[in-house]
């Protein structure tokens, strides 16, 4: 298994592990008590819950990230091909001008 399910595992059994402290539902003195502890309990699930997801998010605009450089490589080399070709034809034209001057 892989860390992410070993987490998620572990998680599990800390969760049975904090149930089992839950006063019991019959003793109506502590379901007040058994209240505020599933409130906090929940929110820290809550909370764990969000910083996977900003996890996740930071994950994939990393993977953004990287592909729009390499985007954007692709795409500067693809203008430096055009304008050495454009050059070369310019070059040529220039040349040719030259030797058509000189045979005259």
Do not use: F, Y
């Amino acid at each position: 298994a892989g860390l992410a399910e070993v987490e998620m595992i572990e998680r599990a059994r800390t969760k049975r592990a904090w149930e089992a402290t839950l006063p019991p539902l019959s003793d109506l003195s502590q379901l007040e008590k058994r209240k505020r502890m599933m409130d906090e309990m929940e929110r820290k699930e809550w909370s764990l819950r969000e910083s996977e997801i900003e996890k996740l998010q930071e994950a994939r605009l990393e993977v953004l990230k990287k592909l729009l450089i390499k985007r954007e490589e692709n795409h500067q080399e693809l203008n430096v091909k055009r304008l050495d070709k454009l050059w070369s034809k310019k070059q040529r034209d220039k040349d040719h001008r030259i030797r058509k001057v000189r045979n005259e």
